[in-house]
Structures are given as C-alpha cells and as structure tokens.
C-alpha cells in the first residue's frame, strides 16, 4: 500500500505540473481530475488487497495526503463482458477511495469494462487480462524464501509458458526495507553500506535501485543455456540489498505495459474521462529474504 501511494503521488503531482506550468510557472494551476490506478489479477479475487484506487488530484504544492485524495461514496463498477454482469464494488469504511468485491473473480482472457461516476462525471477504462502465464520453480510460492543472492536465479529459476510467445512479460523486483536498513551486496566502498538517503535508495519515486523491472515478450526469454524453454534465471541481478524482498513475475496486458514505459502514462493507460491506469495482469508473487553469506 505504501509503494502504491508514493507512486501514485509522483504520477500525479507530475501530471499538474506538466498540465499546467506553462500557464504561471510560479503557482500552478490546480486541474480538479479523477484518477484511476489499478489492476486485476487473472485467476484472483477483486478482495481489498488487490482494490481499486479512485482519488482526486491535489494541488501540487500541497503535501499529498491520501486520506483527503482518495474519493468516499462514487458509484463504481466492473462488467465482465463475456457474461454481461456487472459487480457494484464496495467503498472501504476505513481507506477512502479503495474499491473492490470478494465476489468478483478474474478471468484470463476476459474482457473488463470499468465504470466510475461521482460529482456528475462518468471515467470509464477497458481492460482484457493477458492469458495464463504458468511457471515451474523450486521458489515457494506461499512462504518466504530463504535465499543467498549469489547463484540464486541458476539454482532456482524459473521457467515460463504461456499460449501467446509474443505476451508481454514482466519481472519486477522491489526491495521492503527502509532505506536506513538496506544494506548494499556491492557497496561502492568499505564505508558506504547503506543507501545516505532515499534519493540515492529510490530516487525518492519507488525508482532503481530498490525497485528494478526487466521486461520483454514471452520468446525474448529463451536462452541456449536452457533450450526449448523460457527461463528467467538473471533475476539476482536484480537484488542489490539484503533482506526482503518481493518479486512478481507476470503477463501484463497493453494499459499497464503502457503505463510502464510511455512519457504521460497517466494519459495513456486505458483510462477514459479521467487520468490514471486501469490494466491487468496475470502471475506469481515470490517473498525473498536475501541473507548474507
């Protein structure tokens, strides 16, 4: 969750500056928007976890609060195309502006129509989530492995298969800890094991090198090392810190590919009426704690 917000407060406070800084570079303009960020997770639940943001933007020059940002009380809405149904989802009590239904269950393949209503507008968002992207490896995929960074990804990797060789696959690899608690496998010197401040950790945007993505088509993955297969076996390159950690490898449909590498994702990722990205996805999640030797 926090992840999700600072994300989220970077996107926007980038989407009112671009907006509007040509207008008074001094005080810029505030641009009243609705703002979507979610995605579905195929074979999953819409439950609280996985729930939908819908927020106004804020001010630029304000502290962004999401207490205040997040939207009580719109009528929202997901229609699973195939079946016609629509699935009214609930406003959480104690997290404004978190929408999801324990009821609705996500399908591969499916096409899903989002709606949002509130104050006299209607945002609207299609995603159609990726087909199964189905893994072999010797990772847990329920409790947290116990791992060494080195050599990990050749003793442990994970082979991928899925219908499409052209589906977008994503690996992403985030770093939980505190930036005062990450230490560096390779520091750049004796004297210099942690991150000096959350700049250098993640940019201060969830940025490398705590959170690192590689990313390619399904046939981009195949190797000689392991023929006839697609393996992701160069994920410890990913790990610059001991101590937890958390990797999900996944299909991702076109919003939330968009949403990664476009210059404006917050105006290109499926998002009608409103900013934001609504997308889809389809895979594992992986809990690491990466230990010293």
């Known amino acids: 969750m926090k992840a999700k917000s600072q994300f989220l407060m970077f996107i926007l406070s980038l989407v009112v500056i671009v907006n509007s800084c040509t207008k008074n570079p001094v005080a810029p303009d505030y641009q009243k928007e609705v703002v979507v960020f979610g995605y579905l997770w195929g074979n999953q639940r819409l ?53 999801y239904n324990d009821s609705l269950l996500i ?58 060789l052209t589906q977008i696959v994503l690996v992403d690899m985030y770093c939980n800890e505190s930036y005062q608690n990450a230490e560096y496998i390779t520091p750049f010197h004796s004297n210099h094991k942690y991150p000096d401040n959350q700049d250098e950790y993640d940019q201060g945007k969830n940025g ?19 023929p006839d ?35 404006h994702p917050e105006l290109e990722s499926g998002v009608q009426g409103g900013l934001g990205v609504f997308g889809s996805v389809c895979g594992e999640t992986f809990k690491l704690q990466v230990l010293k030797p």
């Open 208 to 226: 490398e090198p705590r959170h690192i993505q590689g990313m390619g088509k399904l046939k981009d993955f195949a190797s000689d090392e392991y």
């Open 229 to 263: 297969h697609y393996v992701v076996f160069w994920y410890s390159s990913m790990i610059v810190f001991y101590g937890s950690h958390t990797m999900k490898v996944m299909a991702i449909d076109d919003n939330y590919h968009k949403f990664i590498y476009k210059e």
């Open 47 to 99: 439950t609280a976890e996985r729930a939908i943001l819908v927020t106004y933007t804020q001010p630029v020059l304000k502290y962004y609060d999401l207490q205040k940002a997040g939207i009580h009380g719109a009528t929202v809405s997901i229609t699973d195309a195939g079946s016609g149904r629509e699935y009214l989802l609930n406003d959480s009590s104690t997290k404004p502006g978190f929408y």
């Open 107 to 164: 399908h591969p393949k499916n096409t899903y129509h989002l709606r949002v209503e509130v104050d006299g507008k209607v945002v609207t968002a299609s995603t159609t989530v990726p087909p199964d992207l189905k893994m072999a490896t010797l990772l847990d995929r329920d409790g947290i492995n116990y791992v060494y960074q080195k050599d990990l990804s050749r003793e442990k990797p994970i082979y991928l298969e899925c219908e499409s």
